[in-house]
């Protein structure tokens, strides 16, 4: 079945650094590609996502790449402050709207 | 986006006993999802609900301990059954809203 692998598992960046998270995924048929942030003890909330059809997309200060040739997509966090320390997860839709995320990468933003 | 109301927002249990959880959405849904995050992991997909269907389950859980029901588009109910310890976790419901998940604000579980 699908499989996401998530790295790394932590990631620790001094405040104004950039942080950038990776996603591997194993079924070529995924075509739909979300970056979620939970901070602790909350919901996770969608921050930003990316479709198969495009390579790169960017809100802000946060963007997201895909290289469908090698089935990854990573999240960057430029220009990172306190408040973006929570964990994010990747995830990648096998089947119809069925998600499959990864282990999550705690992020701390140190002051 | 979907807004989904989900209650309890936690509670501590008794081992054996069983805890319904309850999701409400503000708008019509055809398909709701069960998440069960156990502490410090990733979000493991239970089961999908549709209405006017017996849920999905995913391997490794069961209908007879997680039985679910969903009566209409917007509501949905999970049951965690004759509890234990393990089962102590955070449950999350989520809707598909223009092809993303909105989640809610999720049950936290103990088992004493």
């Known amino acids: 079945g699908e499989n996401v692998e998530q790295h790394p598992s932590t990631l620790s960046v001094q405040e104004g650094d950039s942080a950038v998270i990776k996603c591997t995924y194993s079924d070529s048929a995924s075509n739909y590609f979300p970056w979620y942030k939970q901070e602790l003890g909350k919901r996770p909330q969608l921050i930003i996502d990316?479709?198969?059809?495009?390579g790169e997309k960017k809100d802000q200060r946060i963007a997201v790449t895909l290289n469908k040739t090698a089935k990854h997509f990573s999240l960057h966090i430029t220009e990172t402050q306190p408040e973006d320390s929570a964990v994010y997860f990747c995830a990648t839709i096998a089947g119809t709207y069925k998600y499959i995320f990864g282990t999550g990468t705690r992020l701390k933003v140190l002051a | 986006s979907a807004v989904i109301s989900q209650k309890p927002s936690r509670d501590i249990c008794q081992r054996g006993t069983s805890l319904t959880i309850q999701c409400q959405v503000d708008s019509q849904v055809t398909m709701m999802f069960w998440y069960r995050q156990q502490p410090g992991q990733s979000l493991t997909l239970i089961a999908t609900a549709n209405q006017g269907s017996e849920a999905t389950y995913e391997s490794g859980f069961v209908i007879d301990k997680f039985p679910i029901s969903r009566p209409n588009l917007t509501f949905s109910t999970l049951t965690v059954s004759n509890m234990s310890p393990e089962d102590s976790s955070i449950y999350l419901c989520?809707?598909?809203?223009?092809?993303?998940?909105?989640f809610g604000s999720g049950t936290r579980l103990t088992v004493v």
């Open positions: 989520s809707v598909v809203y223009n092809y993303g998940y909105t």
């Open positions: 990316i479709r198969s059809n495009v």
